[in-house]
């Protein structure tokens, strides 16, 4: 981490924009790896995220005052996906994004940090989430922080195979650095 100060705080109303801009700046890269179809569907899913009343928390990442990251929190696949039947019931991370600017900051890593405080501040064992192999640098993020693969909450999504990971939340080392 830089000395610049990176602040995770929950998000505001009036942050809707900025987090929009930023999830839109993240996950801008896989615009040409996705078809149009496949690519206006992920655009509306941030939309839905951000207005969704089953999101639980949305925290934010502000650097020199500028939101430059983001990241949202469900209880279960239920809330997280509709998905009912994945039968996740812990919480679920989701968007997580940063900025292209703010790459190489250590701000992903803080964005997962304090939501596997709130997940284990909850009551929570481990803390969820869903990711592809077009993600590869999130995956080795993912798998760095300790995460481990949970072949048992995968799925298809049309010709994607969507990865499930979980971090198992007591004893973490991720919670003691």
């Not at 040409?32 to 934010?60: G, M």
């Not at 919480?91 to 292209?100: A, D, E």
């Amino acid at each position: 981490m830089t000395d610049r100060k990176v602040i995770i705080r929950q998000a505001a109303d009036s942050d809707r924009e900025a987090i929009i801009r930023v999830l839109l700046d993240a996950y801008g890269q896989y615009e040409n790896t996705l078809s149009s179809e496949r690519w206006v569907q992920y655009k509306e899913s941030f939309l839905h995220a951000i207005d969704a009343p089953t999101t639980r928390d949305r925290l934010v990442a502000e650097v020199d005052g500028d939101i430059v990251g983001s990241v949202f929190l469900y209880d279960s696949s239920e809330t997280a996906y509709g998905a009912p039947q994945l039968e996740i019931h812990n919480p679920i991370i989701r968007l997580l994004g940063v900025s292209t600017q703010a790459r190489g900051l250590g701000i992903a890593t803080e964005l997962i940090r304090a939501s596997a405080r709130l997940a284990l501040e909850g009551g929570a064992d481990t803390l969820h989430l869903h990711t592809s192999d077009m993600m590869d640098s999130a995956v080795r993020l993912y798998e760095r922080l300790g995460f481990e693969r949970a072949y048992d909450k995968e799925f298809q999504n049309g010709d994607i195979l969507v990865k499930s990971y979980r971090l198992h939340l007591r004893g973490t080392a991720l919670l003691h650095s």
